[in-house]
């Protein structure tokens, strides 16, 4: 294929050759659509509707329907998402059309989200107000009184929670330990050493401890994931949308667990280090065996 010019070759700057590629347009835009729009247009999934799309009417297969969509609340009749590059193929095709995209999504490596972000917002053609950053984000809405003050609350009711386990399991251990002392003096007139009653207190308290933290793990977990995402509202006092996601990081979960578990152990313990009493003495002792 060639082209020659009217004019001289050497007198032409530039030319611009567009060429079309016939290809089979789909039948049907396949989109996403929420509950609400299946509501409002008396849909459901599987169904073919008409929406109008640049002047032109456009058929759409409902593949799937969700709550909600990003940037739509509950007081619009419902939101649909479409498949852009099918769409543009079927405009193309009918009508010699197409949509051009309004924003760009761009994922960049680790670390150098506000790098890129300073650099396209540094661009001539580009607004430097249109420039979205997902941390940045993120950072507005924790900082957001409506969305950090329960969190807040919480974490600091689950502070206070491993607090009051911790006493009352050291309570619960010492008061075992004391209870268990004429006992122990006996097993020692046995022959028995202070280490290894040490160990199997020791032992038969973390069995206990152990069972109650797992618990408690899982009652947490259904808490924090129950309790949060309904008590968290964005800036304008509604439901976020997407959802809260609740994540609770292991490597804090594990110092907690920690601390919990310290202090009922280092009392079961500590009869292993510390002076006893003669045995004979403790079995004199009113109460003695």
């Known amino acids: 294929t060639g082209y020659l010019p009217d004019a001289d070759m050497w007198r032409v700057a530039s030319v611009t050759v567009r060429l079309q590629v016939p290809q089979p347009a789909p039948a049907a835009v396949p989109a996403v659509v929420t509950d609400r729009y299946l509501a409002s247009a008396d849909a459901r999934p599987g169904r073919r509707v008409d929406l109008t799309v640049g002047g032109h009417p456009v058929p759409v297969r409902i593949v799937r329907a969700v709550r909600a969509l990003p940037t739509t609340t509950e007081s619009d009749g419902g939101a649909v998402l479409l498949d852009l590059r099918a769409l543009n193929l079927l405009l193309g095709t009918r009508y010699g059309d197409g949509a051009p995209p309004t924003e760009w999504w761009l994922t960049t490596d680790p670390g150098a989200a506000a790098r890129v972000a300073a650099e396209v917002r540094a661009l001539p053609d580009v607004d430097p107000g249109r420039v979205t950053v997902r941390d940045e984000i993120a950072a507005r809405l924790r900082d957001d009184p409506f969305g950090a003050g329960p969190t807040a609350a919480f974490a600091a009711a689950a502070v206070v929670a491993v607090a009051l386990a911790a006493v009352g399991f050291a309570v619960g251990a010492a008061a075992a330990r004391r209870a268990r002392d004429a006992e122990f003096a006996v097993l020692r007139a046995l022959g028995a050493s202070r280490r290894r009653?040490?160990?199997?207190?020791?032992?038969?308290?973390?069995?206990?401890?152990?069972?109650?933290?797992?618990?408690?793990?899982?009652?947490?977990?259904?808490?924090?994931?129950?309790?949060?995402?309904?008590?968290?509202?964005?800036?304008?006092?509604?439901?976020?949308?997407?959802?809260?996601?609740?994540?609770?990081?292991?490597?804090?979960?594990?110092?907690?667990?920690?601390?919990v578990a310290a202090l009922p152990l280092a009392l079961t313990a500590l009869p292993a280090v510390r002076r006893h009493p003669d045995p004979a003495r403790t079995l004199r002792a009113p109460g003695g065996e």
């Open 197 to 259: 009653l040490a160990r199997a207190a020791a032992a038969e308290q973390a069995v206990l401890v152990a069972l109650a933290l797992a618990v408690g793990v899982a009652l947490g977990t259904v808490l924090a994931r129950t309790i949060l995402p309904l008590i968290t509202l964005a800036s304008d006092a509604t439901r976020p949308a997407p959802p809260l996601l609740v994540r609770l990081p292991p490597g804090q979960v594990a110092l907690l667990l920690l601390a």
